[in-house]
């Protein structure tokens, strides 16, 4: 199994760009997360999907949009990036409440 | 106030030192602890669970005080590989389901 899978590992945008960072698991885990880390702050969470076809807001959505493409698949989309955006993007996923999270490598993305 | 707190560090320790970090949590709901290793440009990685009745695994041991809502985490003879940040997490049945995360505690061993 490869587990939790993040592409692309590094992306360089310019202010107003727009791109989708992909994720998948291939453990048949039901729910799945995306946080951005950056210095000093920890993991704040962006989005999360409960379940396949659903999706909510975390602490730090403004800015970013999601898709639960279906169960393996959750992608988050920049419409158009901003500086602030500039962050370590981790995905992760969970089989049931209570688990342990399985996190990907992250995508690391700035913008200038 | 963040909902999971924990002192930033850094731990700067010599091997073969003993040390413990905690974890305040203030959500009363919560029923899931866990302790995550991150390395530098890395993803976090389960290093345990942290149960109620407390669990060791070799030279790590984790404790919960529910009373006064936080977790512990033990490092016993520490080595030069131990050097690493620690995130405590900590989630709440019920609904959905969203682990919080303290921001890390950075543990430097040194020779």
């Known amino acids: 199994n490869a587990g939790v899978t993040q592409t692309p590992k590094f992306q360089v945008l310019k202010t107003g760009q727009s791109m989708t960072l992909q994720c998948a698991q291939d453990?048949?885990?039901?729910?799945m997360y995306w946080y951005r880390q950056d210095p000093g702050m920890g993991l704040r969470l962006i989005y999360y999907s409960a379940s396949e076809g659903t999706t909510d807001k975390g602490e730090v959505p403004n800015g970013y949009n999601v898709s639960r493409l279906n169960k393996r698949e959750f992608s988050l989309r920049l419409e158009s990036a901003a500086p602030s955006q500039t962050s370590v993007y981790f995905c992760?996923?969970?089989?049931?409440?209570?688990?342990?999270?399985?996190f990907g490598p992250g995508t690391r993305l700035t913008v200038l | 106030r963040k909902e999971v707190e924990q002192d930033p560090g850094p731990f700067n320790v010599p091997e073969g030192a003993t040390v413990a970090f905690n974890c305040t949590y203030s959500n009363s709901a919560s029923q899931s602890f866990f302790w995550y290793r991150q390395d530098c440009r890395k993803e976090p990685k389960l290093l345990m669970s942290?149960?109620?009745s407390g669990n060791e695994d070799g030279r790590f041991t984790a404790q919960l005080n529910r009373a006064s809502q936080y977790i512990s985490l033990l490092i016993r003879d520490s080595k030069l590989s131990d050097s690493a940040t620690y995130l405590c997490?900590?989630?709440?049945?019920?609904?959905?389901?969203?682990?919080?995360f303290g921001r890390g505690t950075s543990l430097i061993v040194h020779p």
């Open positions: 942290v149960y109620s």
């Open positions: 992760a996923s969970i089989l049931l409440q209570g688990d342990e999270q399985f």
């Open positions: 997490a900590t989630g709440a049945s019920g609904g959905s389901y969203i682990p919080t």
């Open positions: 453990m048949n885990h039901n729910s």
